[in-house]
């Protein structure tokens, strides 16, 4: 931790060299994609779309390039289908996440605007239910089922304040393939199946605030 400040300076110094206009910062990002939570319980059938994740990210931006590392969280529940049943479901899945992209920022008026497109890469870290249970014991085929990899491009404005920023960017993503197909397990609390399905089509929101070297 003490070698970052130090990292950091070699950094926007090597920047500053090569006028690449170095800049670091951190913030949010809503995900809108929908992750389907199904279960199956004794002829009892349940369903719950969660169609919002949350980030929390850092990014480093070398002004043609931009990387980021985040970490993410989607929270899902089913309801049970039958008012005399009690076999709701609660899941979460956290991650890191992992993103590269390239970018061609452009002057307009007092801000800077960029469109860029890149790749995003989800690691799934755990994926537990609501009483903190390791779900991914239960999975049926490869745990690589619960990464994602995404293809992203979009727009984002950089708006200044001396040397700090406000950069919001919105971006619309596809996910080319499954990593090892659709995740399915079986649960003994509650007894079934249990099923998560994710959408293909993403869009993202990122509230970020950056600082220039």
């Not at 500053?16 to 279960?39: A, E, R």
């Not at 399905?197 to 605030?209: A, P």
Request: charged share 15%.
């Amino acid at each position: 931790m003490k070698k970052l400040p130090l990292i950091l300076w070699m950094l926007g110094t090597a920047a500053g060299v090569f006028g690449l206009g170095f800049s670091y910062g951190g913030g949010t990002s809503l995900d809108f994609s929908p992750v389907t939570f199904d279960g199956t319980y004794a002829g009892t059938e349940s369903r719950v779309t969660s169609f919002v994740s949350l980030t929390a990210m850092q990014f480093f931006d070398a002004k043609y390039v931009l990387l980021h590392i985040g970490y993410t969280l989607n929270r899902g529940s089913t309801e049970p289908a039958a008012t005399s049943t009690t076999t709701g479901f609660a899941a979460l899945l956290t991650g890191l996440s992992f993103g590269v992209a390239v970018k061609y920022p452009f002057v307009i008026g007092p801000v800077d605007v960029f469109p860029l497109i890149g790749a995003e890469y989800k690691l799934n870290l755990t994926y537990t239910d609501d009483k903190d249970d390791d779900l991914k014991s239960g999975l049926g085929g490869s745990r690589s089922a619960l990464d994602e990899l995404w293809v992203k491009g979009g727009v984002g404005v950089d708006v200044y304040f001396g040397n700090f920023f406000l950069r919001p960017i919105l971006l619309v993503g596809f996910m080319p393939f499954n990593l090892g197909g659709a995740p399915t397990l079986s649960s003994i609390h509650p007894t079934g199946s249990i099923s998560l399905g994710r959408g293909v089509f993403t869009v993202d929101l990122n509230l970020l605030l950056g600082c220039r070297f």
